[in-house]
């Protein structure tokens, strides 16, 4: 098949995600990819540049090195607000553009706009068009007022899908909410790639290069650092009991909006020694920082209309581990994995190192750990890849 694939983020810089795995996975087994993506990062860069030439990067790979990706980036203007209205314009073009030339049997949205232009033109040329959700994509709308005509082009969206398609069901639930048939939807949930993430993997290293005691207690997160990622209340629990909690260190791989107010709660506080800000890391490397931690952690604000219905690909990493998880009580999370899995749930991003530090006996540590691997030892890639496979070919076929 020749699958097209839309989306607005960056596939290059961003670590990977259901859409990596899956594309690169069909990849490697003969099928034809072409993504069209965003550079969704580019405030975060002061090069001056106002606008982007359209840009093509060939073999592109992040998971698996024989893969092929091609992904293309089209021209865009960096000026707040008409960044959105210069999107429309020159995805509108590129979307025609691989109609006509790269002739997709398939397109499969993960984005709104594109995704709503995507749709569209793929009704008129009579091809098959899949919308996958991995988020609640209209909540992260930066601006309040935009998520209303966010929230209208995903209806307009869903009613043109061959199928949709949510990574769980939580996300499938508001899908249906938004409009979708629920005999047109489909949950393939985030696979693991259990050869990449298991328990054996030796962390002693990791603990070394960064100062970390053989007995100290290592609360672990990574990904993107939202202000609402509970990690400054983590933080700043630190400050509370430093007795009780010397000896446990906060590892924290990845970036993001709320990085810099954790390196000053860090120099505030004097924490230098209990709050450890690598940035981000090379994706191949996450499995020896993983394994150097004790219990990985997801404090998210539990009232964070972001958080409700999304499970983040990065809590299978864990399970995967053998590391048990502290999370608060995010609906998504509780209804995919329930209770004795592996993922012990709290009310408030403050009470994560008391439970943390509560499971501290090396017995119970085990047997969450083992709890954790066990939950996802069926969620091999292959086993997510081979029904998202079967579903495009029949909807090429139909």
Not at 23 to 36: D, F, K, N
Not at 55 to 83: C, F, G, M, W
Not at 259 to 276: G, M, N, R, S, T
Request: glycine fraction near 6%.
């Amino acid at each position: 098949m020749n699958i097209l694939l839309v989306q607005e983020s960056d596939w290059l810089s961003r670590n990977p995600h259901q859409q990596h795995h899956l594309m690169e996975r069909l990849s490697i087994r003969g099928h034809a990819i072409r993504v069209i993506d965003y550079d969704i990062d580019w405030k975060k860069r002061n090069d001056g540049k106002i606008t982007i030439p359209r840009t093509e990067y060939q073999n592109i790979h992040k998971i698996i090195p024989d893969a092929h990706i091609h992904v293309i980036r089209p021209r865009s203007l960096r000026i707040p607000v008409l960044d959105y209205l210069t999107l429309m314009i020159t995805h509108r073009s590129e979307i025609k553009k691989q109609i006509r030339e790269f002739k997709p049997d398939i397109i499969i949205g993960f984005g709104i706009l594109n995704a709503w232009i995507a749709s569209y033109y793929a009704k008129r040329h009579s091809i098959p068009f899949v919308y996958y959700w991995i988020d609640a994509l209209d909540t992260l709308i930066p601006e309040k007022s935009l998520q209303i005509i966010g929230r209208f082009l995903e209806r307009g969206t869903i009613t043109r899908s061959y199928k949709v398609v949510a990574i769980n069901e939580k996300l499938r639930d508001y899908t249906i909410s938004l409009g979708a048939a629920p005999e047109k939807t489909a949950v393939i949930g985030a696979g693991i790639d259990l050869e990449r993430f298991h328990p054996n993997i030796d962390g002693t290293k990791i603990r070394a290069a960064y100062g970390i005691r053989p007995n100290d207690f290592v609360l672990f997160f990574m990904g993107w650092i939202y202000h609402f990622s509970g990690l400054k209340e983590v933080a700043l629990e630190l400050t509370t009991h430093r007795d009780e909690y010397g000896d446990v260190k906060l590892l924290i791989v990845g970036d993001g909006d709320a990085f810099d107010d954790l390196v000053a709660i860090k120099e505030k506080y004097k924490l230098k020694d209990q709050i450890i800000l690598t940035g981000k890391k090379p994706y191949e490397e996450i499995p020896e920082y993983i394994a150097a931690a004790d219990v990985c952690i997801l404090p998210a604000y539990p009232d964070e209309p972001i958080m409700q219905d999304i499970v983040p690909i990065k809590l299978y990493e864990y399970l995967a581990m053998g590391k048990p998880v502290i999370t608060t009580r995010l609906p998504g999370i509780m209804k995919e994995f329930g209770e004795g899995n592996g993922v012990v749930y709290v009310k408030t991003p403050e009470m994560t190192i008391n439970q943390s530090t509560s499971k501290k006996k090396p017995e119970e540590i085990e047997s969450h750990g083992n709890n954790a691997r066990e939950f996802v030892m069926n969620l091999d890639w292959k086993k997510i890849t081979d029904p998202f496979e079967s579903l495009l070919v029949s909807a090429c076929h139909e």
